[in-house]
């Protein structure tokens, strides 16, 4: 498991949480590759068209990349029993959060796997997902950390690998200097954006919210949302962005208002060198 850096509650055993909710851990992904819709359909129970189990599927597998504590997870997969929602994050702390909310919720089409996004191809086979949630990913605003992004033309490329025909990469994100980041890499990966919101909650009131969109929207964001899906393959992939989410902040952003979350301190200092 990749080990990344978050502070734990008090009294908290990570190694003890993550074991008592193993159950909704995927620790071996990669052996599930091609066969989660049929693998992970509960044992011993026939599917909703009356196929004997052990030929029952799914009918999709979606995936919420970097899913965080699991809310939109387990909220999704209440939504629509006859998807199966697979949450991926690199963070155990994060999992062992959203392992707990799927088994105690009691669902049965919803698992979370302890990975980085770079690993989409070693666990799915191509064309096995229907959608790819990217919800609130982490920003990395600095250049240097541009591949770190769920967005950047590297992770495009591999999202194309597993989606299936007319799938879709369906970002939600309080940061327009994200987004707009966002639709130059679509551009340069072949992708066709299908739908385009400056106020994603509006358009669609009825969509789980996941725990970053709840608390960034109590601080003033709206929700940006694209949906794009992969149009003919791209014969000459190269960066031609730039990387610095600097660059695509608005001179409006120097007046005031809503800043982006991780890119607080930046539009601080941005503002103050301004004034
Ligand atoms: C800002 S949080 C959003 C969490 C959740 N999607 C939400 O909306 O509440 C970003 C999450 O992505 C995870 N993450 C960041 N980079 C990742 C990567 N390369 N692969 C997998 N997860 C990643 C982090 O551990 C974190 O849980």
Known sequence: MHAMHARLPKHFVLEERLERYADAIEVCPASYRGRWAQACWPLGEPSADGAAAGTAAFDEVRVDLGCGKGSFVAASAHNAPNALFVGLDAEPLCMAYAA???MEEGLRNAVVVPALGDALPR????????VIHLNFPTPYPRKRDATRRLVALERLMDYRRVLAPGGTVRLRTDSQPLRDFTLTQLALA?????YAS???RADHPDEPTSEYEQRLCSQGATVLGLWATPGPEPG????TASLSLVDYLPESLFEGGYVPHGMEQTVYNLRRRKR
Do not use: C, L, M
Not at 190 to 194: E, I, L, Q, R
């Open 100 to 102: 707990q909310r799927i």
């Open 236 to 239: 000459n992939v190269t960066q």
């Open 198 to 200: 400056e106020d994603e």
């Open 123 to 130: 666990i799915f086979a191509p064309g096995e997902v229907s």
């Open 190 to 194: 072949g992708y066709k954006v299908v």
